[in-house]
C-alpha cells in the first residue's frame, strides 16, 4: 500500500475522497424503514447478541425474534419487551447473522447503527475500487459517470446500509472481474477469491445471484468479444479466464448451496437440496402454480415478458432503463454510420450488461414479479451506469471533441455524399 501511494499518490487522496463522500451520502440520505421486513431477521441476532440472549444449538444465522407487545420491530428501540425466542430462516446459511451476532457479542457500542455504517462504508469501498479500476481500463469519465450514476441512485442508496442485504457483497465479484482485466498476468492469484466472493455472497442470500455471478465477467466478455478478429492469442487467453472464473463462482455458490442443505436436511444433503428446489427455487422461478399457497399464483403464472414489461414501465429507475434503452441504440447506429472508433467497446459494454442485469428478471421470474417495491435496484448493477457513459460520451463528442468531428456532422456529411453518389 506504501508503495502505490508513493507511485500514484494523488489517485490514492482521490479515492479515499471518494470513498468518504460516498459514504455520507449512503448514510445521509438511506430510508431507515427501506426493507425493515428483511433486515429485522439479522436485527434479532444483534439483539441477542448484545443482550447476551440464549439462542439455543440454532444453526441459521437468521430468524425472527418475538415481542411480548406484538411489534416485531420493538427490537429496534425497546429490549425489555424481547422474548429469547428466536425464529430460524432456512432458505440461506445467513452468515451476516452471524457475523453480525459476534460482533455485537463484543460489545460494540450502538451495534444497530454501527453495522450500518460500516454497510455503507463497505459498499462506498468496493464501489469506489470498480471505479478505480475502470479509469485504468476505459479512463476517467468511465469512472466519473460509474461513480456518480451509482452513489445517486435512490434504489443503492437505500440498499446500502441494510444488514440483511450486506450490497456490497453484491459488487465485490464485479471488482474482481475488473481487477483480473487489468492483470491479466494475476489471474491464477485471483481466481480463489472469486470462490470466496460468490460463497459469501450466497450464504448471506440467493437473491440476485445470477446478476452477482454475470457482473464477475461482464467486462472480460466485452474484452474478449473485441479481440476476437484482432489478436486470437489474447482472446483465448481472455475466454480461458473467463471460463475458469465460472468454475470458481460455480463451486462457491455449490459450496454455499451444499452446506445450506446439509443444516436443513439435517445432515442430509439431498433430503436438504430437494427442500429447497421445491420450496424456494420453484417459488422464485418456473413453479407449478398449483404446488404453491394462492399468493404466489400470479407470480407463477407470470410469462417473463409480463415481468419485463413491469420493469420497463414503472417507476423512474424502469423508465430511465428503457429510455436508455432506445437513446443508446439510437446513439450506436450514428456511431456506426460514421464509424467511430469506439463502437465495439461500447456496443458490447451496452449488450453485456444490459444481459447482466435483466438475468434475474428472467431466472428469478417469479421472484421479480412479486419483489417489484425493491429488484429495480439490478438496474444499477452496471447498466444504467454503462448506459448514461455512452450518452454523456456522445453529448462530448458533439460539441468537446478535438479527436473526432461532431457525430451529427459526420452524418449529415456521409448521408450527403451518399445522396450525391446516387444522383
Not at 448471506?204 to 457482473?215: D, K, N, P, Q
Not at 394462492?294 to 407470470?302: D, Q
Not at 417495491?373 to 444504467?384: A, D, K, P, S, T
Request: hydrophobic share 50%; aromatic share 16%; glycine share 6%.
Amino acid at each position: 500500500m506504501c508503495k502505490l501511494v508513493k507511485k500514484n499518490p494523488i489517485s490514492i487522496y482521490i479515492l479515499c475522497l471518494m470513498i468518504v463522500f460516498a459514504t455520507i451520502v449512503f448514510w445521509q440520505n438511506s430510508d431507515i424503514g427501506f426493507q425493515r421486513d428483511s433486515e429485522i431477521l439479522v436485527v434479532s441476532m444483534v439483539t441477542a447478541g448484545r443482550y447476551n440472549l440464549d439462542i439455543g444449538s440454532r444453526q441459521f444465522g437468521m430468524g425472527e425474534m418475538a415481542s411480548k407487545d406484538g411489534n416485531v420491530y420493538s427490537v429496534y428501540e425497546t429490549p425489555e419487551l424481547f422474548d429469547n425466542d428466536i425464529s430460524e430462516r432456512t432458505q440461506q446459511i445467513g452468515l451476516q447473522g452471524w457475523i453480525f451476532y459476534y460482533m455485537a457479542r463484543l460489545g460494540v457500542p450502538s451495534p444497530y447503527a454501527a453495522f450500518r455504517l460500516v454497510c455503507c462504508l463497505a459498499l462506498a469501498i468496493v464501489l469506489s475500487l470498480i471505479c478505480y479500476e475502470l479509469n485504468k481500463k476505459y479512463g476517467l469519465l468511465f469512472a466519473y459517470v460509474f461513480f456518480i450514476v451509482s452513489i445517486s441512485s435512490s434504489w443503492l442508496t437505500n440498499f446500502a446500509p441494510n444488514l440483511y442485504w450486506v450490497p456490497f457483497t453484491w459488487f465485490i465479484p464485479m471488482l474482481l472481474g475488473v481487477i483480473c482485466l487489468n492483470n491479466l498476468n494475476k489471474r491464477r492469484l485471483l481466481y480463489p477469491l472469486f470462490f470466496l466472493a460468490i460463497f459469501i455472497k450466497a450464504a448471506c442470500g440467493y437473491e440476485y445471484i445470477t446478476v452477482v455471478m454475470l457482473s464477475s465477467i461482464m467486462f472480460l466478455a466485452v474484452e474478449w468479444v473485441c479481440a476476437l478478429k484482432k489478436d486470437k492469442q489474447y482472446s483465448m487467453l481472455l475466454f480461458k479466464t473467463i471460463f475458469m472464473i465460472g468454475i470458481m463462482s460455480l463451486l462457491g455458490f455449490s459450496v454455499a448451496l451444499l452446506i445450506n442443505s446439509y443444516m436443513l436436511g439435517d445432515g442430509n444433503i439431498l433430503n436438504g437440496l430437494n427442500a429447497i428446489y421445491r420450496e424456494d427455487v420453484l417459488r422464485r422461478t418456473f413453479g407449478s402454480a398449483e404446488d404453491f399457497p394462492e399468493v404466489f399464483t400470479n407470480s407463477l403464472n407470470a410469462s417473463i415478458l409480463d415481468v419485463l414489461i413491469i420493469y420497463f414501465s414503472h417507476d423512474y429507475a424502469g423508465v430511465l432503463a428503457r429510455r436508455l434503452l432506445i437513446a443508446v441504440g439510437l446513439i450506436l447506429i450514428i456511431k456506426k454510420i460514421v464509424k467511430c472508433n469506439s463502437l465495439q467497446t461500447e456496443f458490447w459494454l451496452y449488450v453485456f450488461s444490459f444481459l447482466t442485469c435483466i438475468s434475474w428478471f428472467v431466472f428469478g421470474k417469479s421472484h421479480s414479479f412479486i419483489h417489484i417495491h425493491m429488484n429495480y435496484v439490478m438496474w444499477y448493477m452496471g447498466y444504467i451506469q454503462i448506459c448514461v457513459y455512452i450518452v454523456v460520451k456522445a453529448i462530448m463528442q458533439l460539441g468537446f471533441s478535438d479527436k473526432c468531428k461532431p457525430l451529427f456532422l459526420r452524418l449529415f456529411q456521409k448521408l450527403r455524399m451518399e445522396a450525391n453518389l446516387e444522383i
